[in-house]
């Protein structure tokens, strides 16, 4: 028997987040959103992906307005999803250190360089940790929760 396609499609909200890394100082770029439906603190610039856009075109477009930086050499580094009945959010999750230009706040929220180091539970948006293990492993890996929003659990 031929099985409904409708069984397996859902709606899908596709977004990104990108780790921008400055080896002459060790640092990464951070932003503070602070009217965020999750627990705010420091995460990495990204945002949504529109329709007909790429991921990779829409985390360059992203990390400009919210920062103000020219990104380049994008590396996929993993993804994340949240899943809530029929409904999925995917976030794909990139770093690079090739960048160009002056940090300015895009009006989300604060942009500064903090040390990697400087980054923990207490002082991050809901759930950046897992997400920060993924953008600082060496292989590919990808994070789910089973709550829109909710706390990540890291997968294999």
Not at 63 to 83: I, P, Q
Not at 85 to 111: C, M, N, P, V, W
Not at 112 to 126: G, V
Request: aromatic share 8%; hydrophobic share 40%.
């Amino acid at each position: 028997m031929i099985e409904v396609a409708s069984k397996r499609t859902q709606a899908v909200e596709l977004v990104n987040m990108c780790m921008v890394f400055d080896p002459q100082t060790k640092r990464v770029l951070v932003e503070d959103k602070p009217n965020v439906a999750w627990k705010a603190g420091h995460s990495f610039p990204g945002g949504h992906v529109e329709p007909g856009e790429s991921a990779a075109a829409a985390m360059i477009r992203e990390v400009y307005e919210e920062t103000g930086l020219t990104v380049s050499d994008l590396e996929a580094c993993g993804c994340v999803e949240w899943f809530d009945d029929d409904y999925r959010k995917i976030g794909f999750l990139y770093r690079t250190s090739h960048f160009s230009g002056t940090i300015k706040a895009g009006g989300e929220g604060q942009i500064y360089w903090l040390p990697l180091t400087e980054l923990n539970e207490k002082n991050t948006a809901e759930s950046f940790m897992p997400m920060l293990a993924i953008f600082t492993q060496a292989t590919t890996v990808s994070a789910t929760s089973d709550v829109m929003n909710g706390h990540l659990t890291l997968e294999d």
